[in-house]
C-alpha cells in the first residue's frame, strides 16, 4: 500500500521534467530559428540596405591615361616643282629631309612632336597649273589633296614664280617656297621657320603644362577662354543718352554679313550661339580726362579696366550654361564726347577699343549729338564695329595668329579661317582636352578611392569608361597625324568626364552618418 502511493507521487515530477524539457526544446529551437533567421535574411537586407553601390571603374586604364604623354604626328609632303632637278641630287635632297624632319622632332616632359615627311616630283598637272599661275590669288585655286591632314610643300624655281618673294600658304594647307636655280638646300632652313609657325610646338607644351597645374604666364593662353563645345556671343550697345542720341543697329544682318564665314569655318567643331542688346540709360560710372590740346576726352590703360565691373551687372539678361563672351559697343554722352582711348605712350589707339581676356572686349563707338535736333536717331556702322570685334572674337577663341606675314598672309577682314588655322586650333585644342579630360579623371578616382560612401553608379562608371576609352583613341589618333578625328574624340572624352565628375548621384550618400547604418 505504502509503495503503490509512492509510485502515483513521482508521475507528476516526471511530467513536469518533460514540460520543461519540452520547453526547452522549443526555446532553443526557437532561438536558433531566430539566430538563423538574422543570419540568412536579416544580415544581407541589412548590408543590402546600408552598403553604397559602387560600380567598377577602370583605375588602371585612368592612371595610364593619366601618365600618357601625347604624340602629335606630322605629315609633310615636299614637291619640287623643277625639271633641273637630276635624280641624284633629289635623292641626296631627300636625305637632308629626313636629316632635318629626325632633328625637328621634338620632345620634352610634356609632348612629342614627330614629323613624317615624303619627297617626289611635280605632277604634269601640278606644273601646268603653277605655270599658269601669276598671282598669290591664284595659287588658292590649287586642288587640295585628299588628305585633309596632310601639308604639301611646293619647293618652286624662282623664275616659275616670280610673283612670290617669300614662302606662302593658301587657304588649304599648301605651302609654296620659291628658290633659286641649284640651290635646292636653301630650302631647308626657310622650311623649319615655317613649320615653326605653323605647327608651334613650344604652344602646344605649353598648353599641357598649363592643364596639369603649371603656373598661367602665358600671354595667348591666358587670352583665350577655356574649351567649350558650344560657346554664347553676346553684343551690347550701350545708349547712356537716348534723349540726345537715339542710337540703333541691325546686328541681325550684321552676324550674317560678318559672323557667317567664321561660324561656317567651326560649325562641325563647336556652336557658336549669337544674341544681342541695347541697354539704355547706362553710362560710364568714371570721370573721363581732357586733353586740351586735342579738345577730346580720353582713358587710360589703367581706366580700362574699370569699365567692366559696373556694366557686368547689367549685362545678366541672359542666363546660359554655356562659356560666354561679352562685346560692348559704348556710345558717349554728350559731354564726353569725342571720347578716345590712349596707350601706354600716350597715343590714341587707332581701334578705339581693347579687349579683356576671357571676357570679351569693348568698342567705343563716337556719335556726335548736335549734328541735328534731338534726338539725333543715328543707325551704327557695324562694319566699323565688326572691323575691330572680330579680331577680338579671333583671340578669345583660341585663334591666335602667327607670324602670318613669314607665311605670306594677312588676317582676313570678314573672320574667315583657313583650313591650316583650324587644324592648328584643334592640335592645340586637342592636348588641352586630352589634359583636362584625365586630370579631372584622375582626380574623381582618388575621390572614390578615398571616400568609401560616395555612390557610382552605372551611369558614371560608363561615361567614365567612354572617356578613358576616348581619351586613349584620341592619342593614337594624334600620333597618326588625324587631327580631326582626334579631336572630336578628344571633345567627347571631356564631355563624358565633365558628365561623370558633376553627376549629382556622387553627393547622394556623402554626408550620411556612419553610425545610422547601425540602428
Not at 591615361?65 to 601625347?70: S, T
Not at 590669288?137 to 610643300?153: I, R
Request: aromatic share 10%; proline share 5%; glycine share 4%.
Amino acid at each position: 500500500m505504502t509503495s503503490q502511493s509512492c509510485e502515483s507521487s513521482d508521475l507528476p515530477e516526471d511530467l513536469d521534467l518533460k514540460l520543461q524539457e519540452k520547453e526547452r526544446w522549443y526555446s532553443h529551437t526557437a532561438a536558433i530559428s531566430f539566430t538563423l533567421f538574422f543570419l540568412i535574411v536579416g544580415i544581407p537586407v541589412w548590408w543590402l540596405t546600408t552598403t553604397v553601390y559602387r560600380a567598377e571603374l577602370p583605375y588602371s586604364d585612368i592612371k595610364r591615361a593619366f601618365q600618357k604623354m601625347p604624340t602629335v604626328g606630322l605629315d609633310i609632303e615636299l614637291v619640287v616643282v623643277s625639271k633641273d632637278v637630276s635624280p641624284v641630287n633629289m635623292a641626296e635632297f631627300g636625305e637632308q629631309i629626313q636629316e632635318t624632319f629626325q632633328k625637328m622632332s621634338s620632345r620634352d616632359d610634356f609632348i612629342s612632336l614627330r614629323y613624317r615627311g615624303s619627297l617626289r616630283s611635280a605632277t604634269n598637272d601640278e606644273v601646268s597649273f603653277l605655270t599658269s599661275a601669276s598671282s598669290s590669288k591664284d595659287l588658292e585655286k590649287m586642288s587640295h589633296p585628299e588628305d585633309g591632314d596632310k601639308y604639301v610643300v611646293y619647293i618652286l624655281h624662282a623664275k616659275l614664280a616670280e610673283f612670290l618673294s617669300q614662302p606662302f600658304i593658301n587657304q588649304q594647307k599648301q605651302i609654296f617656297i620659291p628658290i633659286g636655280p641649284g640651290k635646292l638646300g636653301e630650302v631647308i632652313p626657310v622650311l623649319e621657320d615655317v613649320c615653326g609657325e605653323i605647327f608651334r610646338p613650344s604652344v602646344l607644351s605649353r598648353t599641357f603644362q598649363v592643364v596639369h597645374g603649371a603656373p598661367l604666364n602665358d600671354r595667348e593662353l591666358l587670352r583665350s577662354v577655356k574649351f567649350g563645345s558650344s560657346y554664347t556671343l553676346v553684343f551690347t550697345l550701350l545708349v547712356p543718352e537716348p534723349n540726345k542720341v537715339l542710337a540703333n543697329w541691325d546686328i541681325s544682318a550684321a552676324v550674317d554679313e560678318y559672323l557667317a564665314s567664321l561660324k561656317s569655318s567651326l560649325h562641325k567643331l563647336i556652336d557658336l550661339k549669337i544674341k544681342s542688346q541695347v541697354l539704355y540709360y547706362e553710362k560710364l560710372s568714371m570721370d573721363t580726362k581732357k586733353d586740351a590740346d586735342g579738345g577730346y576726352n580720353y582713358l587710360t590703360p589703367d581706366d580700362m579696366p574699370h569699365l567692366i565691373n559696373p556694366v557686368e551687372a547689367r549685362l545678366g539678361s541672359f542666363v546660359d550654361t554655356n562659356p560666354t563672351l561679352n562685346f560692348i559697343v559704348y556710345v558717349p554722352t554728350e559731354k564726353q564726347y569725342p571720347l578716345y582711348l590712349h596707350n601706354h605712350q600716350g597715343e590714341i589707339l587707332s581701334t578705339n577699343s581693347f579687349l579683356v581676356p576671357r571676357w570679351g572686349g569693348f568698342y567705343i563707338y563716337n556719335v556726335n549729338s548736335t549734328d541735328g535736333p534731338q534726338p539725333v536717331k543715328h543707325q551704327v556702322d557695324l562694319g566699323v564695329v565688326f572691323t575691330q570685334l572680330l579680331p577680338q572674337i579671333r583671340k578669345l577663341l583660341g585663334f591666335t595668329s602667327s607670324n602670318t606675314a613669314l607665311l605670306g598672309r594677312t588676317t582676313p577682314s570678314d573672320g574667315s579661317l583657313s583650313q591650316w588655322e583650324v587644324s592648328q586650333w584643334m592640335q592645340q585644342r586637342t592636348i588641352e582636352n586630352i589634359g583636362t579630360a584625365t586630370h579631372t579623371l584622375y582626380s574623381l578616382s582618388n575621390l572614390v578611392q578615398n571616400i568609401r560612401n560616395m555612390v557610382i553608379n552605372d551611369d558614371i562608371s560608363k561615361q567614365v569608361t567612354d572617356s578613358v576609352h576616348a581619351i586613349l583613341e584620341s592619342h593614337q589618333l594624334l600620333n597618326k597625324g588625324s587631327i580631326s578625328e582626334a579631336f572630336l574624340a578628344s571633345k567627347y572624352a571631356l564631355e563624358c568626364a565633365d558628365t561623370a565628375f558633376f553627376d549629382t548621384s556622387l553627393l547622394e550618400l556623402l554626408y550620411f552618418p556612419e553610425d545610422q547604418k547601425y540602428v
